[in-house]
């Protein structure tokens, strides 16, 4: 059975800032790792999705990474903005499961 | 091309009544997944339709049921309602189920 682990659970850095978000979880035969966004109230917004055969994805200003033997994943994000708070959530499959979530890392990124 | 819509977006009921949520996918894909969220935790899955057949069941009651039409839209009934019920409902869709899914704005159920 999956289980998706996030640290931290919050995250507060001043504007302009890189950082890495984490991501771990248990079953290594996961064959897509998925990172959403999700703004208060609202519902998920799909970032990247990292397929098995892949290490990384790029999208922007954003990078993820896979790395199925250690069961972690990063997100990292370059410069960033005010417009970034959210919280940041990681899934992977599991069995007839599409999506197992961890429960998210909520980022405030301070003007 | 429009992306996954759920209605209603808010809902109030109360303690024993049901509840009907509709979310309808993507154009072209055929794979409706629902979920619950509870304040503060990661969504939960409840089941998972493909090509109008139930494909996967999460760890919920039978109160729980859905089913997808032949548009593949989905519906997810919850009868005799709990407090405990009270969630932002998920829903998402994919081509094929097991690649990259779209969630639509949720459903926010409060149940007094």
């Known amino acids: 059975k999956q289980e998706v682990t996030q640290i931290p659970a919050a995250l507060s850095v001043p504007e302009g800032e890189n950082l890495v978000l984490n991501c771990s979880f248990t079953?290594?035969?996961?064959?897509?790792l998925q990172w959403f966004r999700q703004d208060p109230g609202k519902g998920l917004t799909s970032l990247l999705l990292?397929?098995?055969?892949?290490r990384e994805q790029t999208s922007g200003r954003l990078n993820a990474s896979l790395d199925k033997s250690s069961g972690r994943s990063t997100l990292y994000i370059a410069a960033s903005q005010p417009g970034d708070s959210a919280t940041y959530l990681c899934?992977?499959?599991?069995?007839?499961?599409?999506?197992?979530f961890g429960k998210g890392t909520r980022l405030s990124v301070i003007a | 091309d429009a992306g996954v819509t759920q209605s209603p977006t808010h809902l109030i009921k109360t303690r024993g009544q049901q509840v009907t949520l509709r979310c309808s996918p993507i154009?072209?894909?055929?794979?409706v997944s629902w979920y619950q969220q509870v304040l503060g935790q990661g969504p939960q899955f409840i089941f998972q339709?493909?090509?109008?057949?139930?494909?996967g069941r999460g760890n919920f009651p039978d109160r729980f049921s859905a089913r997808q039409f032949p548009n593949y839209s989905s519906e997810l009934n919850v009868n005799a309602l709990l407090l405990g019920d009270s969630a932002l409902y998920l829903c998402?869709?994919?081509?094929?189920?097991?690649?990259?899914?779209?969630f639509g704005p949720g459903t926010r159920l409060t149940v007094l």
């Open positions: 998402a869709s994919s081509t094929t189920g097991y690649n990259e899914q779209f």
């Open positions: 079953d290594s035969a996961i064959y897509n």
């Open positions: 990292i397929q098995s055969s892949q």
């Open positions: 899934a992977g499959p599991s069995g007839n499961t599409p999506l197992v």
């Open positions: 154009s072209g894909h055929k794979s």
């Open positions: 339709y493909y090509e109008k057949e139930e494909r």
